[in-house]
């Protein structure tokens, strides 16, 4: 029903732009989780090395689709506590997991992520191109839950 609804507007074959852009952010938004207890700053770090053995860096990350519409993202990146170039110290980093903690736990998505990380395929890592990397985990917010955390954002 939905592709039927996507090929034709009309008998002049128009295409259904909004139609096609409903079905869109469809696919891209994850189903909703209903929240579960809440996360902390430690059990993230320990999720995190369970999955891949090390201290990775996390952050909440923001990201416009390529139709102009923001979408933010749970990002573990490739870098590590145990790395000597590692920009932040163990307080630091601990201080962001916290924090990071705290806004998906706010957002009711604590089972949410507890669940991809662990289901999750990808692994952060250098490439042999000397790229990077990193896992991106779509999170399901409102336009509100984003305009808390930025300002400026549609």
Request: aromatic residues 10%; without cysteine.
């Amino acid at each position: 029903a939905t592709l039927a609804r996507l090929r034709m507007a009309s008998d002049e074959e128009d295409i259904d732009m909004s139609a096609f852009l409903s079905e869109v952010d469809n696919r891209q938004t994850p189903a909703r989780i209903s929240p579960g207890e809440d996360l902390s700053g430690p059990e993230l770090r320990q999720i995190v090395m369970d999955k891949w053995k090390y201290p990775l860096e996390i952050r909440i990350h923001r990201r416009r689709d390529a139709f102009g519409k923001m979408t933010i993202w749970l990002q573990v990146m490739w870098k590590h506590l145990w790395e000597q170039s590692f920009p932040m110290s163990e307080d630091e980093y601990n201080a962001q997991l916290d924090a990071v903690a705290w806004y998906l736990s706010d957002w009711g998505l604590s089972d949410f992520v507890r669940q991809e990380i662990k289901d999750t395929t990808q692994n952060p890592g250098l490439t042999v191109n000397g790229g990077a990397r990193t896992v991106l985990i779509p999170l399901a917010l409102s336009a509100d839950q984003i305009k808390m955390m930025y300002d400026n954002t549609d």
